[in-house]
């Protein structure tokens, strides 16, 4: 779907679908993606070496068969921000726990293009360079952008209801393997401690209309935390697809 609807699907309630793509860059590998198969892909530039610029090709292919494309950055820095929102459909951003910090990222996502003294107005004061300018950012420039900040230590979970009441978060989305090293049982990903603690960001977000998920590569345990009530699905992503394709097709066959 495309990135306006993704965004009224979220803040209404509804439960999006997406991957993650991390190796792969040509575009045509986008005409094999199932038609209802996906609503959303986030590409990443952490955790590898690409470029966010090497995925432009393939953000115009999923964007010509209706599919929205989000960005996970590898900083925390509010210029590459806006820098991911002005080329995808909207930012992941990783590890985020500061609620003022929050602020300043999900502003420079769904306020550009104001930056230095007049954003900062906005952000504490609630005070525009004028109402034509509110409206061709909130109304035309940045509505389908989506912010999407990373719940990946105990402190975030500890400031996730405010940093869930910030103008501009679309999702709240869960990083286990951090979360879990942070909560001394790393890749534990079916500890009843890392249950119990998604249940509390599933509510907390829930309770400011915000959806919440968390990525998960075994189907099993994505299938749990949808039915804890998550709304932003992301499950496995390219290459743990192929791989699993090729296990499921060719096993059997060496079998006899």
């Not at 309630?13 to 996906?38: K, N, S, Y």
């Not at 820095?77 to 909207?90: E, H, M, T």
């Not at 907390?204 to 949808?226: D, N, P, S, V, Y």
Request: charged fraction near 25%; hydrophobic fraction near 45%; proline fraction near 5%.
């Amino acid at each position: 779907m495309k990135a306006g609807e993704l965004k009224q699907k979220l803040l209404t309630g509804g439960t999006v679908f997406g991957t993650f793509i991390q190796h792969a860059v040509t575009p045509a590998v986008v005409d094999f993606i199932p038609a209802e198969a996906l609503d959303f892909v986030i590409v990443t530039a952490e955790h590898n070496s690409l470029d966010l610029a090497e995925f432009m090709p393939l953000r115009y292919a999923l964007a010509a068969k209706g599919i929205a494309c989000l960005a996970r950055i590898h900083s925390r820095d509010p210029d590459d921000v806006a820098k991911a929102c002005d080329s995808f459909d909207g930012v992941v951003v990783p590890y985020v726990e500061d609620v003022e910090q929050c602020k300043r990222l999900a502003a420079a996502a769904v306020y550009r293009p104001l930056k230095g003294e007049a954003l900062e107005q906005v952000i504490t004061a609630g005070k525009w360079p004028s109402a034509r300018a509110k409206q061709y950012v909130t109304e035309e420039r940045c509505r389908d952008t989506i912010f999407v900040p990373m719940i990946e230590s105990l402190r975030a979970v500890e400031n996730l209801d405010a940093i869930c009441a910030i103008p501009g978060v679309a999702a709240v989305f869960v990083g286990p393997n951090d979360i879990t090293t942070t909560m001394g049982i790393p890749n534990e990903y079916d500890h009843p401690d890392l249950i119990a603690i998604l249940q509390k960001i599933i509510d907390t977000a829930e309770r400011r209309h915000i959806a919440a998920g968390c990525w998960f590569g075994k189907r099993e345990q994505a299938l749990r935390t949808i039915r804890q009530g998550a709304r932003f699905v992301v499950y496995s992503n390219d290459s743990s697809l192929l791989q699993e394709a090729f296990r499921e097709s060719f096993a059997p066959l060496r079998k006899g």
